[in-house]
């Protein structure tokens, strides 16, 4: 999944007895790696909504675990993606979306300094996903959460989204993919414990681009922080009002405007309805 970069200087004070379920529930354990053999010579292979380049270290292209394979599966993912995209959020890009799926070693060789933590993958015009040699669920959030993403720069591409949200829609999108309809019971839980203590960051906080100056610890805050604010809008207000969120910031350049239009609430009254509950975790 995606560790991008958004935040504030500010760090809320962790919670000590959380910081070890925070890790759990975020971290991307890097896959061993061998003698790969991948040298950044990308395969392309095309559907009729992406355009895919693929590097990792398969070493026959024919059979039923080569390459070609491979790239077919991840083209069916990637269109079925697309459609569950189009039917929860309404977010149909009209062009063609570009898929990087990068060698592990090569991906952490070239974008490593990016980010202050592990990172799975990330939208930079195009999407950019350290892979895998076969589909798993792990990839499988990842090509989520970046399609959202994607998705949001070709409806809006001049419109720097807050990464509360374009973070929380994306997390909670690829947790829909994996099945889940809301949080879980430990991430419901950290959230609690946090919010009791003060441990969470503010929309502001939150208000910028990206999350990538945030140390491993913060970013989970965040991210969690992010998703929880848009799963707590979606089981309160419901799927529909989200969509309708979205697309009023799109039109009016404006979160209040958007809020009031979709919610019927302010911003300030949304997140402030947000941090009770969560404190109720």
């Known amino acids: 999944m995606q560790r991008s970069a958004c935040g504030s200087e500010r760090r809320p004070g962790l919670v000590p ?3 070890a379920i925070l890790v759990l529930l975020f971290s991307s354990p890097a896959a061993a790696v061998g003698d790969r053999g991948a040298d950044g010579d990308f395969e392309r292979r095309d559907s009729f909504h992406f355009t895919l380049f693929q590097d990792v270290d ?3 292209a024919a059979g039923l675990y080569g390459s070609r394979k491979f790239e077919q599966d991840l083209l069916r993912e990637l269109e079925a993606a697309f459609d569950r995209l189009d039917q929860i959020l309404g977010l149909r890009p009209e062009k063609k979306l570009v898929v990087y799926v990068w060698d592990p070693a090569l991906f952490d060789a070239e974008y490593r300094h990016l980010f202050r933590f592990p990172a799975a993958g990330f939208y930079g015009g195009a999407i950019h996903v350290r892979g895998d040699t076969r589909i798993t669920p792990g990839l499988v959030r990842v090509l989520h959460h970046e399609l959202v993403h994607a998705a949001f720069d070709a409806e809006a591409p001049r419109l720097a989204l807050p990464a509360w949200m374009n973070e ?8 829909r993919a994996l099945g889940k309809r809301s949080l879980g019971g430990r991430e419901r839980a950290v959230l609690g414990q946090l919010a009791r203590a003060g441990g969470l960051y503010s929309l502001a906080d939150l208000g910028t681009r990206s999350l990538g100056h945030l140390g491993p610890e913060a970013a989970s805050v965040a ?3 992010s998703y929880g604010f848009i799963d707590h ?3 309160t207000r419901g ?3 989200l969509v309708r969120f979205w697309q009023a910031v799109v039109r009016s350049r404006s979160l209040d405007r958007a809020a009031r239009r979709a919610y019927r609430s302010d911003l300030a009254e ?3 309805g947000f941090l009770r509950a969560a404190g109720g975790y």
């Open 233 to 235: 809008l979606v089981s």
């Open 270 to 272: 949304l997140e402030a």
């Open 168 to 175: 929380g829609v994306a997390e909670w999108f690829e947790a």
């Open 58 to 60: 398969i070493d026959e």
């Open 239 to 241: 799927e529909g009002n």
């Open 223 to 225: 991210y969690l922080q």
């Open 17 to 19: 007895a959380v910081v």
